[in-house]
Every structure is written in C-alpha cells, then in structure tokens.
C-alpha cells in the first residue's frame, strides 16, 4: 500500500520562506505527474504546482516566481519551496502522485501566514 505524508507546513510571518516535503511509502509504477495542490477555508481545492515524470512544470499564476516544485525520485519525494509567503498562501496544502493506474494523496499540512 502506498502512503504519502507531507511535512513542513507551520505559521510563518509574511515575507519568509517554507518548503513542503511529500515522501510516499511504497511503489508507484508509471507515474505521470506530481503536483501540490492547496484549499483555504470556503474554498475549492486548487493546483498549486504540477511536475510531469519529465519535468516540465506549471504554476498557478498567483504563486508564480514565489513557488518551486522540485524532486528527488531516489527518495520518493516531491518538494514546494515557496518564498516570499503572503496570507493569502494560507491553506492546507496537499501532496497528489498521479500514475498510470493509481492516484495518490496525502493527509494534508496546513501553512498558515500570518504576523
């Protein structure tokens, strides 16, 4: 069975930096992509940024040149650096594995930013 966990969310004070870890557990076979995706309170989920098994990337237009997706396939892991954090980044932040045949989520980290 595959698990994803994410780790990394906390309160951080407009103007700084967190990076958002999410390492799964397990085999994926034929992953397509891997993306963040975030909800704040009243909203609907929302991608946040997307990493294709090839390495393109895209962004949501609001984070932009403040967001970056990275990997590293030797840990099973899939990060979100994001920088320059404004309020209304605040949300809970989700980890999805998308393959062939499976689609994989997280539990969730919740950033809050604020100060």
């Known amino acids: 069975q595959v698990l994803l966990v994410e780790s990394g969310g906390g309160l951080v004070q407009p103007g700084g930096s967190l990076r958002l870890s999410c390492r799964w557990s397990g085999t994926i076979y034929s992953i397509n992509s891997m993306d963040w995706y975030r909800q704040a309170p009243g909203n609907q989920r929302e991608l946040v940024a997307g990493l294709t098994s090839g390495g393109s990337t895209n962004y949501a237009a609001s984070v932009k040149g403040r967001f970056t997706i990275s990997r590293d396939i030797a840990r099973n892991t899939v990060y979100l650096q994001m920088n320059n954090l404004k309020p209304e980044d605040t949300a809970v932040y989700y980890c999805?594995?998308?393959?062939?045949?499976?689609?994989?989520w997280g539990q969730g980290t919740q950033v809050t930013v604020s100060g």
């Open positions: 999805n594995v998308r393959a062939r045949l499976s689609d994989h």
